[in-house]
Nanobody, 127 residues
Framework: QVQLVESGGGAVQAGGSLRLSCAASGGTFSNYAMGWFRQAPGKEREFVAAISRRGGITNYADSVKGRFTISRDNAKNTFYLQMNSLKPEDTAVYYC????????????????????WGQGTQVTVSS
């Protein structure tokens, strides 16, 4: 059983930056592909970014490509989402998630393929 805890959310003006962190415990972190999802009020949860177990493969939603960077530090059991050039439409609760499938290349965009989820952290971008 893996526990995930997000941190780093907050309020920022458009054009600003935030870095989200997700700390994992209770499992072998390097056995999991990791992903970030977000959910805005009244909207479905959507994929943001994912990273493979060793960090060599990443995947991004088109809406964040070139602005967000996902990374991981397996020695620290933590992965990150660096968010630059933030826009008001990035406002949402951001969730980290772990995918336990035994694949070295998995970077799924599908929330149903993730097995463990954090509690979420709010990101608010004002114009």
């Amino acid at each position: 059983q893996v526990q995930l805890v997000e941190s780093g959310g907050g309020a920022v003006q458009a054009g600003g930056s935030l870095r989200l962190s997700c700390a994992a415990s209770g499992g072998t972190f390097s056995n999991y592909a990791m992903g970030w999802f977000r959910q805005a009020p009244g909207k479905e949860r959507e994929f943001v970014a994912a990273i493979s177990r060793r960090g060599g493969i990443t995947n991004y939603a088109d809406s964040v490509k070139g602005r967000f960077t996902i990374s991981r530090d397996n020695a620290k059991n933590t992965f990150y989402l660096q968010m630059n050039s933030l826009k008001p439409e990035d406002t949402a609760v951001y969730y980290c998630a772990a995918d336990r499938r035994p694949s070295a290349t998995a970077v799924s965009t599908i929330s149903g393929e993730y097995d463990y989820w954090g509690q979420g952290t709010q990101v608010t971008v004002s114009s």
